[in-house]
């Protein structure tokens, strides 16, 4: 049982030294440029992101990335990265990180977020399955350095989906 109170937010551009300093020493994590973290909070274009920190007390815990490609019903949401800091692990807060995301993708009207993931990593297959996520499909060699299968997974954000639930030792605040 965790004992954490984070505050999950937005990130501001002050963030993003720390973000991408987690990133980098997250060798699992997908891994982008300081101009892609720094665009994901540009407003306008045709994809909306996100980008949610995690804070309790001095520095940043974790974050998670989340995009929306096209608006209405054709929506497609994606989840696209998130990162905990090594010692805070497997205390709650990377299943509150996408949560965050899903929580977001569902509020600009998605009515379904996906993922890919490394078909070698069963841990985050167990991470994303606890949150309402199912496999769709795989794609060969997807991943590089090492090789691997992706494995798409998709979750509703309609009802069962985790939106909503667990989160309540977590607060979500603005900036
Ligand atoms: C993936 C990551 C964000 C998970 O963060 P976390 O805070 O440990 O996640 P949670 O505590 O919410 O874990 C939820 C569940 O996922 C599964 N899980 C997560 N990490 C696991 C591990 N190392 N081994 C086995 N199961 C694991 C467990 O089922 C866990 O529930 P439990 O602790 O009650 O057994 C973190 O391991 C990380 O930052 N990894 C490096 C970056 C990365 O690989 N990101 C994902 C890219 S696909």
């Keep these: 049982m965790t004992t954490h109170n984070w505050e999950i937010r937005p990130a501001r551009e002050r963030d993003l030294a720390e973000v991408i300093l987690m990133e980098r020493n997250a060798p699992t994590a997908p891994h982008w440029s300081a101009a892609d973290y720094a665009a994901v909070l540009q407003t306008g274009g ?13 520095g ?4 998670s990335v989340g995009s929306i490609t096209g608006s209405g019903p054709d929506a497609e949401a994606e989840l696209e990265s998130v990162v905990v800091l090594d010692g805070l692990r497997r205390q709650g807060l990377g ?21 890919e993931v490394r078909a070698a990593s069963p841990w985050a297959l167990r991470l994303y399955g606890g949150l309402g996520f199912v496999a769709t499909g795989r794609r060969p060699r997807y991943y590089q350095d090492p090789t691997d299968d992706a494995i798409v997974m998709r979750c509703s954000l309609g009802g069962a989906c985790g939106v909503g639930g667990g989160i309540s030792h977590f607060s979500q605040r603005a900036p």
């Design 46 to 58: 045709s994809v909306r992101r996100c980008l949610f920190v995690a804070v309790q007390g001095v």
């Design 60 to 63: 940043l815990d974790g974050f």
């Design 95 to 115: 299943s509150a990180l996408c949560r965050a995301v899903m929580e977001w993708a569902h509020g600009e009207g998605a009515a379904a977020i996906s993922l």
